[in-house]
């Protein structure tokens, strides 16, 4: 029954928000044309070509030392779960436990 009295609810929220002015007419005409009053313009700074590729070379030794941290998380994981195959596989015997009724 409480479900019945949450779309209840909503639906009056829902109707509170087509009465007002912004959802009444459609608005949407200066969203796609061409006259914009912001100009979108960026200032990046200047570098020069050696500050560059040390940038460069910081960036890309990060990345390389991220991914060796991530094959190694992935490497260590791999041989947990191995060794509890290995385990459940070696050590299970089909009458000492019970795993259904």
């Known amino acids: 029954m409480s479900g019945?009295?949450?779309d209840m609810v909503n639906r009056i929220a829902q109707n509170?928000?087509?009465?007002?002015?912004?959802?009444?007419?459609n608005?949407?005409?200066?969203?796609?044309?061409e006259n914009k009053t912001t100009s979108i313009e960026y200032d990046f700074p200047k570098v020069s070509k050696y500050e560059m590729e040390r940038?460069?070379?910081?960036?890309?030794?990060?990345?390389?030392?991220?991914?060796?941290?991530s094959f190694y998380f992935f490497l260590v994981s791999l041989l947990i779960a191995?060794?509890?195959v290995w385990a459940f596989v070696s050590f299970y015997t089909p009458g000492n436990y019970l795993l259904y009724l």
């Open 4 to 6: 019945h009295i949450f």
């Open 82 to 84: 191995a060794l509890l």
């Open 16 to 25: 509170k928000v087509r009465k007002r002015k912004k959802f009444r007419e």
């Open 27 to 33: 608005n949407r005409d200066t969203i796609y044309s």
């Open 55 to 69: 940038i460069k070379f910081r960036i890309q030794s990060q990345a390389r030392a991220s991914n060796l941290k």
